[in-house]
T-cell receptor, first 113, second 113 residues
Framework: DAKTTQPTSMDCAEGRAANLPCNHS???????VYWYRQIHSQGPQYIIHGLKNNETNEMASLIITEDRKSSTLILPHATLRDTAVYYCIVRDSFYNQGGKLIFGQGTELSVKP | NAGVTQTPKFQVLKTGQSMTLQCAQDMNHNSMYWYRQDPGMGLRLIYYSASEGTTDKGEVPNGYNVSRLNKREFSLRLESAAPSQTSVYFCASTGLAVPKREFFGPGTRLTVL
């Protein structure tokens, strides 16, 4: 699995967009970019994933650069409840034997009033 | 639909004691995983089960054993607990859909004295 690089921490004002960057320069063609978050030691929660195209769901948007070497997770209107550690993970979608996630350190996002 | 459940939520053991952490999912998922998370760290994979009847080691399997009891249940056993095993343990599961998406349990907080 390719490795990712994320900033250790970020702050965001409540109501503003939170933009969390991730570098994955060694990503290969069949690897997806996944984002999970972990709120205060709860179990990690899936947010979104993408391969090449930008993706949007009810929680967030994922912007992937054309060369796929980096991506940005966007929380459009951050709330205090979005304070969490955000993990960017790349994985092979065709890893049928387990398909295990490998977590890095993540970005600790603090949303402030 | 409870998702992924774990028991117990909290446990304190003395060095050398044994215990089994239980995990169950009601989503008919094929793959199940055990992770540990030490303070200030990301999750690390202990063991996983790609399907009923199979188990494989992850990143940090030493000191643990697992049993995939049936499709729903995946247990983690500490035969002789050590203080280094003080951690939060998370169970997760995924189905056959590609790309995979993990669902995590709420965690078991284990302290070994």
């Amino acid at each position: 699995d390719a490795k990712t690089t994320q900033p250790t921490s970020m702050d965001c004002a409540e109501g503003r967009a939170a933009n969390l960057p991730c570098n994955h320069s060694t990503i290969s063609g069949n690897e997806y970019v996944y984002w999970y978050r972990q709120i205060h030691s709860q179990g990690p929660q899936y947010i979104i994933h993408g391969l090449k195209n930008n993706e949007t769901n009810e929680m967030a948007s994922l912007i992937i650069t054309e060369d796929r070497k980096s991506s940005t997770l966007i929380l459009p209107h951050a709330t205090l409840r979005d304070t969490a550690v955000y993990y960017c993970i790349v994985r092979d979608s065709f890893y049928n034997q387990g398909g295990k996630l490998i977590f890095g350190q993540g970005t600790e996002l603090s949303v402030k009033p | 639909n409870a998702g992924v459940t774990q028991t117990p939520k909290f446990q304190v053991l003395k060095t050398g004691q044994s215990m089994t952490l239980q995990c169950a999912q009601d989503m008919n998922h094929n793959s199940m995983y055990w992770y540990r998370q030490d303070p200030g760290m990301g999750l690390r994979l202990i063991y996983y089960s790609a399907s009923e009847g199979t188990t494989d080691k992850g990143e940090v399997p030493n000191g643990y054993n697992v049993s995939r009891l049936n499709k729903r249940e995946f247990s983690l056993r500490l035969e002789s607990a050590a203080p280094s095993q003080t951690s939060v343990y998370f169970c997760a599961s995924t189905g056959l859909a590609v790309p995979k998406r993990e669902f995590f349990g709420p965690g078991t907080r284990l302290t070994v004295l």
